[in-house]
């Protein structure tokens, strides 16, 4: 069958989820269904929320630093940020230098801890609370959150802000190159625009009874662990509606 192009959600956006779900996926070389992956994000945001401050921004901060790397790379670094940051002076341009260097930071030790440091003036100030900010960025997902002051930071834009949100909240996705694929081979989705996919996975989500968030690791891992550049399409659960099977490419 035909790739259909949805302009709204469609039931093939639904049931291509729901197919995505039982597609076994490895990582880290741990081998589970798409579906129970992306149940474990969930877990894993309602985990973080209950993280102390200093946490939540270690995490945040190294998510403000994500500029098309690797996805492994994050998590390396926000455990580094995670172990060097005990306490708010700790966050400070000599230690996030450090850090950025010994981590081999592609955009520039100086340019990362100018916007950490950005950062922690954000969450410093006597106004700012984790919790209002993630209440506040909830309510105010669908509208895009223009408000929020961490989108003033120089070099801080939607998609990586997006990205730390949805680190702590299913209300935010995180659009990268495994989405990108997905979108494009199952659901006609072409282009490069953030802000098209985003408010692709947001309808999906709506229509599907799901969480963007849910609908961001689904396709992610499905991206990642079985439609990738190179498809494994002969194991693929979708294969036989797919009109990118057997002949996608990346
Ligand atoms: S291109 Fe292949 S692996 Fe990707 S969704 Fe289609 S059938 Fe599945």
């Not at 579906?35 to 901060?61: C, L, M, S, T």
């Not at 950062?119 to 410093?124: D, G, K, S």
């Not at 494009?184 to 802000?195: C, I, K, S």
């Amino acid at each position: 069958m035909k790739n259909e192009t949805p302009n709204g959600p469609t039931r093939w956006a639904c049931e291509a989820l729901r197919l995505m779900r039982g597609a076994e996926a490895e990582m880290g070389g741990e081998r589970r269904s798409v579906g129970a992956w992306a149940d474990r994000y969930r877990n894993e945001v309602a985990r973080r929320r209950r993280w102390p401050e200093i946490r939540k921004f270690a995490w945040f901060a190294a998510a403000l630093l994500q500029r098309q790397m690797p996805g492994e790379r994050f998590f390396r670094r926000a455990e580094a940020f995670t172990d060097a940051f005990r306490r708010r002076s700790d966050v400070n341009a000599k230690t996030v230098r450090r850090l950025l260097r010994g981590l081999g930071y592609r955009w520039g030790a100086a340019e990362g801890a100018r916007i950490v440091l950005a950062a922690r003036a954000v969450a410093a100030s006597p106004a700012f609370d984790w919790s209002d900010y993630v209440s506040r960025a909830e309510a105010e997902a669908e509208t895009g959150f223009g408000g929020d002051p961490f989108l003033a930071i120089k070099g801080v834009g939607r998609k990586v802000r997006d990205f730390a949100l949805s680190l702590f909240s299913e209300s935010y996705c995180a659009v990268d190159v495994h989405l990108r694929r997905v979108l494009r081979r199952v659901f006609g989705l072409e282009g490069r625009d953030y802000r098209t996919a985003e408010r692709f996975v947001r309808r999906t989500a709506a229509a599907c009874g799901l969480t963007p968030g849910a609908v961001d690791r689904t396709l992610w891992h499905f991206g990642r662990g079985v439609c990738g550049a190179t498809p494994r399409c002969g194991e693929c659960p979708l294969a036989e509606r797919c009109g990118s099977a057997a002949g996608g490419s990346d």
